[in-house]
C-alpha cells in the first residue's frame, strides 16, 4: 500500500495504526511519546524525533528496537 500521513494528531495515529494493523500493513511511527505514545507502542517500527522526552517515548522506543 505504502503512504504517509504528517503532522497529526495524536488520536489520529492510534486510529490509523490500529487499522493498518488490521489489514496487515507494517506500520512506522514517528514521534516523542507526548501524546503519541499508544501509536508508537502498536508500531512495527518506531523513529523517535531529537530526544526522547517522556517515559512513554522511552519505553515504545525500547519495544521497538529489542
Known amino acids: 500500500m505504502g503512504?504517509?500521513?504528517?503532522?497529526?494528531?495524536?488520536?489520529n495515529k492510534c486510529i490509523l495504526v490500529k487499522h493498518l494493523k488490521i489489514l496487515k500493513e507494517a506500520?512506522?511511527?514517528?514521534g516523542d511519546g507526548t501524546n503519541d505514545g499508544p501509536a508508537l507502542k502498536m508500531a512495527d517500527e518506531?523513529?523517535?524525533k531529537q530526544k526522547v522526552k517522556t517515559a512513554n517515548g522511552k519505553a515504545a522506543k525500547k519495544v521497538a528496537h529489542d
Open 3 to 11: 503512504g504517509t500521513l504528517v503532522p497529526s494528531l495524536s488520536e
Open 27 to 30: 506500520v512506522a511511527v514517528i
Open 46 to 48: 518506531v523513529t523517535t
